[in-house]
């Protein structure tokens, strides 16, 4: 029983390590704010990549849309510089997902990614499809 206890408490420290290390851990600029070369509509391994056409102000109307969702925060770039990285966190344990947006042309690429695991159970394109519906509506 007294080993039982004790890795009870192990495993409840790991726990508590994993996730304070998830939501603490720094997002570094120079990593996330990128993009692919090409960018097509497609769910991709641990993530989602959208393409739309932009309209007159485009970027600046999805990102007053995608600065409302809740837990989510810019992380580098402006709707000046034509490009802007966004870091949305999971309700329950802060799992961090980045998202790129950038005004190439007449369109507008959205790439969505998680940070940690091999797989967001298919949260990126929903959100993409969610900030995408919202855009259209204003459109």
Known sequence: MKWLAI?????????VGLSLYVRL??????R???????????????GAMRVTG??????????????ATPRTRV???SVGEGMITYVTRSRV???PDYTTVRHAGRQLELYGRLRF????L????????GWLAAFAQRG
Request: no cysteine; net charge negative.
């Open 7 to 15: 890795g009870l408490g192990v495993i409840g420290i790991l726990a």
């Open 25 to 30: 851990a720094p997002s570094d600029p120079a």
């Open 32 to 46: 996330w704010h990128r993009m692919p070369a090409a960018v097509t509509d497609r769910d991709v391994v641990g």
């Open 54 to 67: 932009a309209g007159e102000g485009g970027l600046k109307r999805l990102d007053d849309i995608i600065r």
């Open 75 to 77: 992380l580098a770039g």
């Open 93 to 95: 344990f802060g799992f």
């Open 117 to 120: 695991g091999g797989s967001d």
């Open 122 to 129: 298919g949260m990126n394109a929903a959100r993409l499809d």
